[in-house]
């Protein structure tokens, strides 16, 4: 294949990013994949979909094989981190992270079985609300969730689904439609149900914007933050919302299948009253074990669990969950803004005529994330995709059109966003 060197002088000089870059030496801490002959090493910019492995998780998990094979049933009180706190220990680092007191967050369960357990509670629709706004392009698994809420209730999902969507001809939604939607339809909505990050996009919604317009209009506010967590910056309690839920293996870097996440507002720490599916964990632990017929909820989030959490899905959160703090939320800011920043200005100064990005431009609208969107159609899209997968760039495809490449700041270099531009104009060049 000819190659066709980029114009030296377009891109700046990766190194001296590197070398000012205060969160480089993270990168150390992470075991990151190789290409499929399993000795060089990839290009991974694939972290929206699954985080690599931070290499404190092997040690812990070693550890962890130990104490179960060798405390057996003791290591559920013995043991340098027993398991039945085990969720509760990890609270104050995820609390932190999304900026919540710790009793408001709980990791329990996964994304999806989350959201059905708190809309159970909190999507209570009535004769005159019982609508659900949701974007027309909600992450599917969402989509099922929310429709299925919607027909356990006996209602139907035609009647009562309120979507919204970009304007014709555009990718992201306009926070003054997304205002608009809910002042429309303020008398009729239950639920609002959106996405911190639109997965596909990469853009962040006016989260603080959106749920005190959302609370206004007498509606219950929860968010998706799949995509936001480790990702975007979260003020959770600064903010006027009712519910959010994560999951932990995409950003968070917990893992397949790691233990998901769940906040709830302050205002619900005590209110026993409400609806909720209920299982033993949630139930106080200072009378847990006296095994009563009635459940006494504890109070806070941690109240929604169900069973005894799996440590095994759960200990590598500890691990990352501690990089994330070390690294400290405002170096990750800003290394996220000026490490995707570098790759936005490559691609409009190298690629403009070729490939176009939906995601916002303004560090705020956006995550670590950008959606790149091919000219010339998505079969020269996958073409590009398939090339630049040969060449040991790890991103992702999304159906019809998308590429998409999430700059990490915890483990990504300016130096491999620069090796990743570059293996893209040589592929443009030719594809
Ligand atoms: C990744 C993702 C999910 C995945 O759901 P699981 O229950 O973890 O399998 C759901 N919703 C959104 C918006 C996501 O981005």
């Known amino acids: 294949m000819p190659l066709h060197p980029m114009p030296a002088a377009t891109l700046p000089d ?20 190789q290409q499929g002959d399993g000795r060089t090493p990839a290009i991974y910019l ?3 979909s699954l985080g690599p492995m931070p290499r404190g998780v092997r040690e812990l998990m070693q550890q962890t094989l130990d104490d179960w094979a060798h405390r057996g049933v003791r290591g559920h009180h013995d043991g340098p981190r027993p398991w039945i706190p085990y969720a509760e220990s990890i609270a104050p680092l995820l609390g932190s992270l999304v900026g919540a007191d710790p009793m408001d967050v709980v990791l329990m369960n996964t994304l999806t079985v989350n959201l059905h357990l708190l809309m ?49 001809g555009e990718d992201l939604l306009r926070t003054e439609d997304l205002l608009a939607a809910i002042d429309t339809n303020a008398g009729r909505l239950a639920l609002i149900m959106l996405p911190g990050v639109q997965y596909r996009t990469g853009q962040v919604l006016d989260m603080a914007r959106i749920s005190a317009a959302g609370k206004a209009a007498g509606a219950i506010v929860g968010w998706d933050l ?9 003020c959770l309690s600064g903010w006027d919302i009712d519910f959010a839920v994560w999951c932990s293996y995409k950003y968070l870097c917990g893992g397949p299948g790691a233990t998901a996440g769940a906040y709830v507002h302050q205002r619900y720490r005590k209110r026993f009253d409400l609806p909720r599916l209920a299982g033993w964990w949630g139930h106080d632990p200072a009378t847990r074990f006296e095994m009563g017929p009635d459940f006494h909820p504890m109070p806070g989030a941690a109240g929604w669990q169900l069973s005894n ?32 920043g570098y790759a936005q200005a490559g691609i409009a100064m190298l690629l403009r005529d070729q490939i176009e990005c939906i995601t916002p431009v303004a560090p705020d609208e956006r995550g670590c994330q950008l959606s790149l969107r091919v000219k010339g159609g998505p079969e020269r899209a996958r073409r ?35 090796a990743c531009l570059r293996h893209l104009a040589e592929i443009m060049a030719s594809a």
């Open 226 to 234: 799949a995509h936001a967590v480790g990702n975007a910056p979260l």
């Open 14 to 33: 990766p190194a001296p990013f590197d070398r000012a870059d205060p969160l480089r030496s993270v990168r150390e801490r992470f075991e990151l994949p």
């Open 309 to 340: 959490p799996p440590i095994f899905s759960t200990a590598p959160l500890a691990v990352s969950l501690a990089i994330y703090q070390e690294a400290g939320s405002q170096r990750f800011r800003e290394k996220s803004a000026a490490l995707t």
């Open 384 to 418: 590009v995709f398939a090339a630049l997968c040969a060449r040991g760039v790890i991103g992702d495809w999304r159906e019809p059109d998308v590429i998409r490449l999430a700059p990490h700041p915890l483990y990504n270099s300016f130096a491999e966003v620069a």
């Open 46 to 48: 694939c972290g929206n």
């Open 120 to 168: 159970a509670s909190f999507y209570r629709p009535t004769a005159a609300r019982s609508a659900i706004l949701i974007e027309e392009a909600a992450f599917p698994s969402d989509k099922y969730a929310v429709d299925s809420q919607i027909r356990f209730h006996g209602l139907d999902p035609h009647e009562t689904l309120v979507t919204i969507a970009p304007r014709q």
